[in-house]
């Protein structure tokens, strides 16, 4: 491509499917910004940090662009702990505007479903569907987990469905340690509230997170253990995510494991 040359309407469709399969799907700001060239401007406004590597000879480092706000979870954990019902943790996350994917997200996906119910889901994070929406589990995942649900007697009437992450991360990317660690609050209160008797992770992301461990969903899921959420002792059981049995079809068979698990414990 010619260095200066305007893109024709197939390139610049082209370069527009490219960005949306890499996941840039929102414009930021109205024009394009060169971050090439302002990487070796060096920022007057905020001096990069000094690094115990940083010596004479070391590259410099752009300044980060200013994306981040206030990102602390003591914060969202006290917003949180304030929120003496569902109502009023869903008015407070909508209030709050300190978590960058707020700023890109269509708007807040913050449960679906009964919050009398003795069953709680919990997954990663809204995708495009969810976003548009504001319900979780409403894209193709959801339709197999309203599947595996109906499977086992359940449907949205006998449980209660929310995300780690309320926002939709950009482009279906996994929520970031920071992020997931800003939002747990908001989720941990939400269990808090709804007090399950029983609750299921859904896949990796919120497997790790809520039984704070390293290990991975092959290890973790099909086995029943105590957790306890703030003030709340639930049972807690981890499966697969229905977006991972859409790619991996023959992994069903361990989710259904996992059903039969779930309803024993719900008849038991
Ligand atoms: N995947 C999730 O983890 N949550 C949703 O709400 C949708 C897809």
Not at 150 to 164: P, Q, S
């Amino acid at each position: 491509m010619s260095e200066n040359r305007p893109l024709n309407e197939a390139e610049a469709r082209a370069a527009l499917d490219w960005y949306r399969a890499v996941g840039v799907d929102f414009a930021v700001v109205e024009e394009p910004v060169d971050r090439f060239a302002a990487s070796v401007t060096p920022s007057r406004s905020r001096p990069a940090p000094s690094s115990p590597i940083s010596g004479p000879s070391a590259v410099p480092v752009a300044a980060p662009i200013a994306l981040s706000l206030s990102a602390d979870p003591s914060e969202t954990t006290a917003i949180a702990a304030a929120a003496p019902t569902l109502e009023a943790l869903r008015a407070a996350m909508e209030a709050y505007e300190g978590c960058t994917l707020k700023k890109r997200a269509t708007q807040l996906v913050f449960a679906d479903g009964n919050p009398e119910a003795e069953i709680m889901l919990v997954g990663e994070g809204p995708g495009e569907q969810e976003d548009l929406q504001g319900k979780p589990f409403v894209g193709r995942a959801g339709q197999l987990l309203d599947r595996m649900l109906g499977a086992i007697g359940l449907d949205r009437t006998k449980v209660y469905i929310a995300n780690m992450v309320p926002w939709r991360p950009p482009g279906n990317r996994e929520p970031s340690p920071e992020e997931l660690a800003l939002c747990a609050p908001f989720l941990l209160r939400q269990v808090e509230l709804v007090a399950p008797k029983f609750l299921v992770t859904l896949g990796n992301v919120p497997t790790k997170a809520l039984f704070q461990t390293q290990n991975g969903i092959t290890r973790m899921r099909g086995q029943w253990r105590d957790l306890t959420v703030n003030s709340h002792r639930t049972r807690a059981l981890a499966t697969l995510h229905p977006a991972y049995l859409l790619r991996t079809p023959a992994s069903k068979a361990l989710a259904w494991r996992d059903m039969l698990s779930l309803k024993q414990a719900m008849e038991g």
